[in-house]
């Protein structure tokens, strides 16, 4: 496997990147978010957790908000992707198609966890939907041979723990629904998550940091194109929701899909799993943090200490490691000519 780009020391940057890694303005917040991956990964992050806050406010079925989640997205990623076209060439096709797979997978994983809440509440449903961070490094263990180091092994465990309490695992129940259908579906939304995360960081590592918009475009077409099929075959898709919950479903287009996958596609392909995976876990505590400004949810005890917990825990697996103490990536020349 050939090195990550980001991760190679002393490579010199191509012609585009250097343009890009150019800042506008010295010091700027452009700058610092361009050059630490783990700031872009945190900030797209940040975008998500509103997800769920503006999906209840809308007040719709889960397959009409990830349809407008995606479909209102789309006018604002074509331009930047067709321009990127021009300038860098079209996709190639293999890629392209890995493109529309993860955005399948991605608009699997919303209607899924559309599903889960009613029958679990959104508490529990946004834990189970982070297995995600136990899925991605395996999957990158066993197709790249990434090595899962014991501290990770270790601390994987706790963070789950404080996942589960900021979720409200440790609170009486507050729904009726069918916990066994409700723990099935969150399954399978975490399952397809981890898949799109999966398939996000691949595609970048494989084809280099050049694409930003045109894989992101791509994959919310076919995202979009799922929970549209899944709503007709159910009748729940409703194609005029009506205002306000147009608006929220808008401002879910543009944040949490928009904005956040665009700085989680450029953060995770210079990122190892492990760590793209762990930041991600910040997600569900920046949601419930939102619900206790925006929706007047109260925060138990539990709740706060599981927040402490997945913050701490996320900071010792993400902090820098000495040189001394981390071995230096290894590269292998690639032959010329070689297809991969």
Not at 65 to 85: H, T
Not at 291 to 314: D, H, N, P, T, Y
């Amino acid at each position: 496997m050939t090195a990550d780009p980001a991760t190679t020391a002393g490579a010199p940057l191509p012609r585009d990147e250097k343009r890009a890694a150019t800042p506008a303005a010295p010091g700027g917040v452009a700058r610092r978010l361009s050059r630490n991956p783990r700031l872009l990964a945190v900030a797209g992050a940040a975008c998500i957790s509103v997800s769920a806050m503006l999906v209840r406010l809308s007040a719709t079925s889960p397959e009409t908000a990830a349809f407008f989640r995606c479909a209102l997205a789309l006018p604002l990623l074509l331009p930047l992707a067709l321009r990127e076209r021009r300038r860098l060439g079209p996709r190639p096709p293999r890629h392209a198609g890995i493109d529309l797979l993860a955005g399948v997978l991605l608009g699997a994983d919303l209607v899924l966890w559309g599903a889960s809440i009613p029958e679990l509440g959104a508490g529990i449903a946004t834990v189970i939907v982070n297995v995600q961070v136990v899925i991605v490094p395996l999957l990158a263990l066993l197709l790249f041979g990434e090595r899962l180091s014991r501290r990770f092994a270790l601390t994987v465990p706790v963070m789950l723990a404080g996942v589960a309490l900021a979720g409200g695992v440790a609170e009486a129940p507050g729904t009726a629904g069918d916990p066994v259908r409700g723990v099935l579906a969150g399954l399978g939304a975490g399952v397809a998550y981890a898949g799109y995360l999966f398939l996000l960081r691949g595609r970048g590592a494989a084809t280099g940091p050049r694409y930003r918009f045109l894989p992101v475009t791509l994959a919310t077409v076919t995202a979009g194109a799922l929970p549209l099929l899944v709503g007709l075959v159910r009748q729940d898709l409703d194609l005029t929701p009506g205002w306000p919950a147009f608006g929220w479903l808008a401002t879910l287009a543009v944040t949490g899909q928009f904005l956040g996958w665009l700085l989680i596609g450029a953060a995770l392909p210079r990122l190892p799993a492990k760590e793209g995976g762990s930041i991600l876990l910040v997600q569900p505590v920046l949601a419930v943090l939102l619900g206790m400004v925006f929706l007047g949810e109260r925060l138990s005890g539990w709740q706060a200490a599981g927040c402490v917990i997945v913050v701490l825990a996320v900071w010792d697996t993400t902090r820098a490691r000495h040189p001394a103490a981390e071995p230096a990536p290894r590269t292998r020349p690639r032959a010329r000519g070689v297809r991969r």
